[in-house]
Every structure is written in structure tokens, then in C-alpha cells.
T-cell receptor, first 110, second 113 residues
Framework: QKEVEQNSGPLSVPEGAIASLNCTYS??????FFWYRQYSGKSPELIMS????GDKEDGRFTAQLNKASQYVSLLIRDSQPSDSATYLC??????????FGQGTRLTINP | EPEVTQTPSHQVTQMGQEVILRCVPI?????FYWYRQILGQKVEFLVS????????KSEIFDDQFSVERPDGSNFTLKIRSTKLEDSAMYFC???????????FGDGTRLSIL
């Protein structure tokens, strides 16, 4: 079982709609969860962090965490073409490293 | 906003040669990391560094790899004898506390010929 698992996509969403990205992780001891955005050829850019169960909202982005189900998600409201990128789920197990998923490629269609 | 800076942006090296990748972490950060991303693959952890020593390293980080903080600002990754499979993007990251978000530099694209 992969430590952090994401659907690789591509996920295609019309402009203005809600994009929903999902991630599962295997280690119940994981403590911190992050969503990064990565444009092609660029470095990961932090979008959201979440540490406790529930929802966390920041502008058009909402992160959701369910530790019982070992599930993290990211919702992007009012999707824009500039949101087209690969979204990386990363988990910190309390060890001094991030474990990344494969990433989900998101395309927003005008 | 402070950022992590990496140099060079692109390094081309002959197989078997040594290469040093350089990073300047954000100034008040205490934890430093190197990751790599082979083209089309996921970001992989290499090593973490705190208080002037390695905290954790992955299986990838074998005897050919080393890290150093030679002064108060730089953090380097050295690959002693490069192999073709070392070709990848190498990202440096830093954070103030180890459970806080890590901030990534723009990366160094390493091409081994």
C-alpha cells in the first residue's frame, strides 16, 4: 500500500465549478497534512495546511481532514484557468520529512 | 516575503563527476531538507538536517550523498560520483518548526550525461 495515494487524473473541471481533489494516507500516526500546487517545471507551492479533523477554509480553497478514515481533500471553488496545475498531497508523520503523493493533474476548461 | 533560493538553476555534469547544489534557506528557519523529483514522478525525500546534523535520511541518500551547512546561511548537497539515474530536479526546503509547512526553493535541474 502506498503511503500517500492520490488519483493521478487528469481531472477536468469547467471554469467556475468546484474542483475536488482527494488523498488517502496509510500511517495513522500522521500528524500534519499539506496541499501543494506544482506548475509544470516549477517547485511545489504551499496552498493549505491542516492539522485537526474538520474543514479549514482560505479564500477559494477548503481543506478537509478525516483522521478516522485517513482521508484528506481539497476543494477549489470558482475554479479559474490559472488553477490548472498538479496538486500534491503531502503528509508529515512526525518524522522530519514530508511524504508526497503522486499528484493529481487538474485542468480547468474555460 | 522571504524565500528559499537555490543555485544553479540548471547543472549539466558528466557521469562520475562530483556536483554541489547550493541552497540558502529562509533566515529564521531551523530545519532544512533536500528532496528530488525525477521527471514525471513524485517528489521524494532525501534528507533532513537540524542543529548541524542529519536528522533523517532516505534509502536514496547513500554514501555518494552528503550535506553540509558550511556557514550561517548556506546548505549544500554534494553528490560525489554522479550516475545517470541522479538526473532529476533537486529541491531544497526549510521550515521554522518540523511540523509546520515546508517552503521550497525553485529547484536545481541536474542533468547527468
Amino acid at each position: 500500500q502506498k503511503e500517500v495515494e492520490q488519483n493521478s487524473g487528469p481531472l477536468s473541471v469547467p471554469e467556475g465549478a468546484i474542483a475536488s481533489l482527494n488523498c488517502t494516507y496509510s500511517d495513522r500516526g500522521s500528524q500534519s497534512f499539506f496541499w501543494y500546487r506544482q506548475y509544470s517545471g516549477k517547485s511545489p507551492e504551499l496552498i493549505m495546511s491542516i492539522y485537526s479533523n474538520g474543514d479549514k477554509e482560505d479564500g477559494r480553497f477548503t481543506a478537509q481532514l478525516n483522521k478516522a478514515s485517513q482521508y484528506v481533500s481539497l476543494l477549489i471553488r470558482d475554479s479559474q484557468p490559472s488553477d490548472s496545475a498538479t496538486y500534491l498531497c503531502a503528509v508529515n508523520k512526525g518524522a522530519q520529512k514530508l511524504v508526497f503523493g503522486q499528484g493529481t493533474r487538474l485542468t480547468i476548461n474555460p | 516575503e522571504p524565500e528559499v533560493t537555490q543555485t544553479p538553476s540548471h547543472q549539466v555534469t558528466q557521469m562520475g563527476q562530483e556536483v554541489i547544489l547550493r541552497c540558502v534557506p529562509i533566515s529564521n528557519h531551523l530545519y532544512f531538507y533536500w528532496y528530488r523529483q525525477i521527471l514525471g514522478q513524485k517528489v521524494e525525500f532525501l534528507v533532513s538536517f537540524y542543529n548541524n546534523e542529519i536528522s533523517e535520511k532516505s534509502e536514496i541518500f547513500d554514501d555518494q550523498f552528503s550535506v553540509e551547512r558550511p556557514d550561517g546561511s548556506n546548505f549544500t548537497l554534494k553528490i560525489r560520483s554522479t550516475k545517470l539515474e541522479d538526473s532529476a530536479m533537486y529541491f531544497c526546503a526549510s521550515t521554522r518548526q518540523n511540523d509546520q509547512p515546508q517552503h521550497f526553493g525553485d529547484g536545481t535541474r541536474l542533468s547527468i550525461l
